[in-house]
């Protein structure tokens, strides 16, 4: 089935007056430059949380475990798609589930990878006028996508009915009004997102809690560029930035061994989700017969600044374990 994409553009967001000048850091031990290799695995097929404080994996799952992420914030509404698959969706002007089975004539986009709330691809499905709730009704069609290793993973069809209280409520379907689910999602203040699959019918929480990670290793989809400028979607792998209260900034003109303090307080922060992203590797080779190898540029370095205060430096030094398999981002780090 063909698609139309909507391409969604999100301007990046700089924080450089963030943090206070001259911040006085108080004396502590800054430890030994630590080495990490994450297992992704040759088809990109986990997600991995990490934590620099901890020095450690926090959580791994399975990118296909779920389809979508519910805002879990006191306040939040938002509703996303698990764009590691490639998912993509669009509102049809049916409010009726059951007369919806193709998605033909519909754009199905997907949501943003700089994490931009304000565009994502399901968008606004309830608004806020006083104090009066108004829910769109909408039927959405969503394209599941596919998983690691090229199958595709079906269509299914959703309205979101309401939020009350802590908890979503929606229902769904395949395109042929078969397997019609009712079901229900809660908020769990720890987490940044609470998670739902279509397949097990159930709530899940692949996310560990938002004080407890500050990097995502995953595929994510993006918005590329032809040779002549034109945008298309892409599947990348890379990097992603915990949501709660975590910024980056870039650097490629200090050595890493002589990044300080005093340096990494000059220079801009973003809490842009996507901004240490995938082009710290470059593909080397014939992208259309699949003759590639990725070569990492060790010359980046990315200084964040985690929920927890400290700064970390951090550069990537190659993306292939001890068998030359790839699919195994390999980096090092150092608290500032």
Not at 6 to 31: A, M, N, Q, T
Not at 56 to 64: C, Y
Not at 99 to 118: E, I, Q, R
Not at 124 to 148: A, H, K, M, P, Q
Request: with cysteine; glycine share 6%; charged share 20%.
């Amino acid at each position: 089935m063909k698609k139309n994409i909507v391409f969604i553009f999100s301007g990046l967001v700089l924080l450089s007056s963030c943090f206070k000048e001259h911040e006085k850091i108080p004396p502590y031990d800054r430890g030994e430059r630590i080495t990490v290799q994450i297992e992704l695995t040759q088809n990109y097929k986990y997600q991995v949380y990490y934590g620099l404080g901890q020095s450690s994996v926090i959580a791994t799952n399975d990118k296909k475990s779920f389809d979508l992420a519910f805002e879990s914030s006191e306040n939040g509404s938002h509703i996303l798609l698990n764009t590691s698959n490639f998912m993509l969706t669009a509102a049809s002007s049916e409010t009726l589930l059951e007369n919806v089975t193709s998605a033909d004539g519909l754009n199905l986009t997907y949501d943003p990878s700089s994490g931009n709330l304000d565009s994502t691809a399901i968008g606004n499905w309830l608004t806020i006028n006083n104090t009066d709730t108004i829910y769109s009704g909408l039927v959405y069609i969503i394209d599941r996508g596919y998983d690691e290793l090229g199958n595709l993973l079906g269509f299914r069809k959703i309205v979101f009915d309401s939020l009350i209280g802590d908890t979503y409520y929606f229902r769904y379907a395949n395109l042929d009004n078969s397997n019609l689910t009712v079901a229900t999602v809660t908020k769990s203040m720890d987490v940044n997102y609470v998670y739902y699959s279509f397949v097990d019918h159930t709530q899940l929480q692949p996310e560990p809690a938002a004080d407890t990670y500050d990097l995502l290793f995953t595929q994510y989809t993006t918005l590329l560029y032809t040779s002549e400028g034109e945008p298309y979607p892409y599947l990348v792998t890379g990097v992603l930035l915990n949501r709660f209260e975590t910024y980056v900034a870039f650097d490629s003109i200090h050595h890493f061994d002589s990044l300080t303090m005093d340096i990494a307080q000059n220079l801009s922060f973003t809490d842009q989700l996507d901004r240490i992203g995938y082009t710290w590797k470059d593909v080397v080779g014939d992208v259309e017969t699949g003759q590639v190898s990725y070569v990492v540029n060790p010359d980046w370095n990315y200084i964040i600044k985690a929920q927890d205060g400290f700064y970390y430096k951090l550069r990537f030094i190659g993306f292939y374990n001890d068998l030359g398999e790839k699919g195994y981002p390999t980096f090092e780090y150092q608290k500032l």
